[in-house]
Each structure stands twice: as structure tokens, then as C-alpha cells.
């Protein structure tokens, strides 16, 4: 299979503000952009680089009452998310691929395998632009991991040789007896968030925070062995990162509760643009 081709940009693109003048959308739902793995995939007769995304992610936030905008990674905003950001009223970072340990100033260790660098410079940039201009922001299972890495903190490559045990990724593949319990701080986000300080959550993971990146504050820890699992930035108005995977738990409210902040910023954009 032949690699994709490639899309010169030869001259700028106006933007829509250039082409018809400032406009106010009339939405009714807020928009969370979620962003894509970019992985070989099949489906039908084709095998080939793709961007993707698991439903279940797209499921939790319609269910929750937004609209998802996929963001594939785009080289060009890299030194400019705002054209992405622009469109949205949250973002959520998924699940996925080992983050690339250069991006965190560490050697890759045996176990650190198929990291996608193009996924975490381009997360990296739109995390930054989004906590930047306080868009309510969750990240999930890598998504907290990459919030971390964005701050300047870094990770344990492979929890097995820290904690003796694989109890935070048991079957390859599955949630199917990947629950375990967190302990969420009282008065929290994450907390107000799960509407529980102590939550069963479903864990599929190999790897974890170590060193805290700047700003961000641990909120939960695992049950069993104390590894954070979840960590948030106080003076932003809604940006949580959570080890587990609460988009395959109907019955979390962390989703929810992303969206609800997410429709808050969507009403504030909108009262704005009126004014305007």
C-alpha cells in the first residue's frame, strides 16, 4: 500500500470571518472536539493509515447532549491551535498509543511501544491553546497522561515494575474485569465530577504519572496501590484528567459533566457574539 499523498498549501486560507464577516452560530448543543488516534487500521478491503476514533467516546459525549467535532493531527496548528479551538466549546483528549517518552526528555523503555509523535505534538499544542483560554478541557487514560506531559511532568513507562502487579491493564483488548476503586479528594473537580469521593472505575492501562506537571494537583489515587488517577488544574474552570475510562460507564457522570461546562462556555460565546 502506497504512503498517502501530500497536500502542498501554496497560499493561505482566508477565514470564514474574511470570506462573510463575523457571524454568531445558532447552536443548540455545545461542540466537543475530540481527538483522533492516527493508526493502521483495515476495513473492507483496505489497509492503510487512518484516523480514528472508538465509538464508545463519541456515544458518552451525544448521550451527555453535545455535538463531536474529530480532530485528525494537523501540522498546521501546531504554532496556532486557534482555528480549531475557535470551533469548540470542550475538548476531550482519548485514550491510545504509548506516549512518545522524548516528549518528556526520557529514554524509551522496552515496553514503550508503537508511540505515534505526530498524535502528541499535536495534542500538546491544542491542550496548551485550550487551558490557554480556559476551555473546559478532560483528558482520559492518555488524555491525563498527555495533560501532564504538556505541563512538563512526566511518566512511569510500566507500572508492573513499580508496583509488582498488573492489576491496571488485566486483559489486553477489554474492560471485562478492569474494574478497581479510586479514592477522589472531597471538594475537588474530579470529585464533583464522579459525584463520589470513592469510585469504581474501569482501568486499562500500562503506564501512569510520575513526576506532577506544573499547576496541575493530584485529586485521586488508586485504591490499591496509590498511583494518581486523577489530576486537574485549580484556577482553570474545568480542565480533569482521569486514568480510567468513564466513556465505558453509562452510569459516570464525568462526561456529563464535561458537557455541562462545556454548555456553560457554549452560552458565554454566544451572550459575546450577540454583543458583538
Not at 526528555?105 to 515496553?111: K, L, R, V, W, Y
Request: charged share 20%; with cysteine.
Amino acid at each position: 500500500m502506497g504512503a498517502a499523498p501530500e497536500y502542498p498549501h501554496e497560499r493561505p486560507i482566508p477565514s470564514i470571518d474574511t470570506v462573510v464577516g463575523p457571524i454568531v452560530w445558532a447552536v443548540s448543543r455545545p461542540t466537543i472536539g475530540i481527538c483522533t488516534a492516527l493508526e493502521q487500521a483495515r476495513w473492507g478491503m483496505w489497509d492503510q493509515q487512518a484516523v480514528l476514533l472508538s465509538r464508545s467516546y463519541v456515544q458518552a459525549v451525544q448521550s451527555a447532549g453535545a455535538m463531536v467535532l474529530m480532530l485528525a493531527p494537523d501540522e498546521l496548528l501546531l504554532e496556532d491551535p486557534a482555528e480549531a479551538l475557535d470551533l469548540l466549546d470542550g475538548l476531550m483528549l482519548a485514550g491510545g498509543a504509548d506516549i512518545d517518552p522524548a516528549s518528556y526528555g526520557a529514554q524509551a523503555h522496552p515496553e514503550t511501544v508503537d508511540t505515534v509523535p505526530e498524535r502528541d505534538r499535536f495534542e500538546i499544542a491544542l491542550v496548551r491553546g485550550a487551558i490557554d483560554r480556559d476551555l473546559p478541557v478532560l483528558g482520559i487514560c492518555r488524555g491525563m497522561q498527555l495533560i501532564n506531559v504538556a505541563y512538563g511532568g512526566t511518566l512511569l513507562q510500566h507500572l508492573p515494575e513499580r508496583f509488582g502487579h498488573h492489576e491496571h491493564l488485566r486483559v489486553a483488548g477489554t474492560f471485562d474485569g478492569a474494574d478497581h476503586d479510586v479514592d477522589l479528594l472531597e471538594g475537588t473537580l474530579a470529585a464533583r465530577a464522579a459525584g463520589e469521593t470513592h469510585h469504581a472505575t474501569k482501568s486499562h492501562h500500562h503506564q501512569g504519572v510520575d513526576r506532577l506537571g506544573e499547576g496541575l494537583q493530584i485529586s485521586g489515587s488508586s485504591s490499591m496501590d496509590g498511583l494518581p488517577e486523577a489530576i486537574e488544574m485549580p484556577d482553570r474552570r474545568f480542565v480533569l484528567g482521569v486514568q480510567w475510562h468513564p466513556e465505558a460507564d453509562r452510569s459516570s457522570g464525568v462526561v456529563r459533566a464535561l458537557v455541562a461546562a462545556a454548555e456553560k462556555h457554549m452560552r458565554e460565546r454566544v451572550a459575546e457574539g450577540t454583543a458583538a
